[in-house]
């Protein structure tokens, strides 16, 4: 399978992984994996969100490969794996679990983070047999578990039914991005990133979701449009750090609380002043940081080798530095 061609590039260029593996879910739906780092190493599992792929997370694979196994698939539909039969909340649990199963030893754990849709991907997920089996921790960057819809302000108006059709027709539109142009970029900061978000930060984000195919993008926006994903969170019985920026539009950090609320071992939640919805670009060292945190408070059996076949290749380094904010814990 080629690699997409109209990704991020420089800085934000998708890192090179060690092998590359299909996993198949219990559809038959088949998963682009990526294994980054020393097969030794703690294991991190990385999902990305709606219209993204494994080079979402560059920044975080770079850095963590230095010392874990990181591993990164593409959701259904994106990226390098083809469309699934079918588009649904427990599809993306199957896809997991069969992530876990094809790169993880039994009984192996790992550090699960989701961004936005991937983030409901371990909500989807958390009462499964083999996410239980494997799940050492989870991190919740952007993302929320109902209501996505209702509670969006990608439109400037105020909240209430008007809104929230003219939003689910704006997110679910079949039209075309088309290539990404200036304007382009500027309604795409406007509506996903905060306002001090770099140009290059723009960019990759901008070159991700626009490589993303309309079809999907559309099949996906109606799975979100109808979300309802709180029992997940009930069952999320992992220790659980919560990362929202307060400027996010798509996944308003009123959703962070919530979560926070209700999670039975919420361990962390940072809000990020100034901040959109693509927090692992917009703050990588501080997302990445809080995996490794993860990592060392809480993984077990971790570093177990697994053999399986790949395609050999090469993982970055990146320096780390975290810039801490205030830590809070409170209801919606």
């Keep these: 399978m ?9 800085a934000y260029a998708p890192p090179t992984p060690a092998r590359e593996l299909v996993a198949h879910s219990a559809d038959g739906a088949r998963l682009h994996v990526e294994v980054h780092g020393p097969e030794d190493a703690p294991a991190v599992v990385l999902a990305h969100g709606w219209t993204c792929s494994t080079a979402f997370w560059a920044a975080q694979i770079r850095d963590l490969a230095v010392d874990h196994r990181v591993i990164a698939y593409d959701q259904r539909g994106h990226g390098r794996s083809p469309v699934g039969a079918t588009c ?3 599809a993306l649990a199957d896809d997991l679990e069969a992530v876990l199963a094809a790169t993880l030893a039994p009984g192996e754990q790992a550090v699960l983070a989701g961004h936005s849709m991937g983030g409901m991907t371990i909500m989807a997920a958390s009462a499964r047999p083999r996410f239980r089996e494997h799940a050492a921790a989870a991190l919740l960057c952007s993302t929320g578990s109902t209501r996505l819809v209702a509670e969006a302000r990608v439109l400037p108006m105020r909240a209430g039914p008007l809104r929230t059709r003219i939003t689910q027709a704006v997110l679910g539109s079949r039209a075309p991005l088309g290539p990404v ?15 001090g978000s770099s140009p290059a930060m723009v960019e990759a984000c901008a070159r991700i979701v626009h490589a993303c195919p309309r079809g999907v993008r559309h099949a996906w926006s109606a799975v979100l449009s109808s979300l309802d994903l709180d029992s997940g969170v009930r069952e999320l019985r992992v220790p659980t750090a919560v990362i929202a920026g ?6 308003p950090v009123v959703h962070a609380r919530a979560l926070v609320a209700v999670l039975p071992n919420c361990v962390g939640s940072t809000e990020l002043p100034g901040l959109g919805h693509m927090t692992p670009v917009e703050a990588p060292e501080l997302v990445t940081a809080r995996i ?3 990592v060392t408070t809480y993984a077990r059996n971790a570093g177990t080798p697994v053999a399986a076949e790949g395609v050999a290749g090469t993982a970055g380094t990146a320096g780390v530095a975290i810039a801490e904010v205030a830590e809070m814990k409170e209801g919606a």
């Excluded at 080629?2 to 420089?10: D, I, K, M, Q, V």
């Excluded at 142009?181 to 306002?195: C, D, E, F, V």
């Excluded at 307060?246 to 996944?251: H, K």
Aim: net charge positive; no cysteine; hydrophobic share 30%.
């Design 88 to 90: 649904s909340t427990e």
């Design 181 to 195: 142009t200036p304007i382009a970029k500027r309604i795409l900061k406007y509506a996903t990133m905060g306002p």
């Design 292 to 294: 490794r945190e993860l």
């Design 2 to 10: 080629s690699r997409p061609t109209n990704e991020a590039h420089g």
């Design 246 to 251: 307060t400027v996010d539009r798509l996944t």
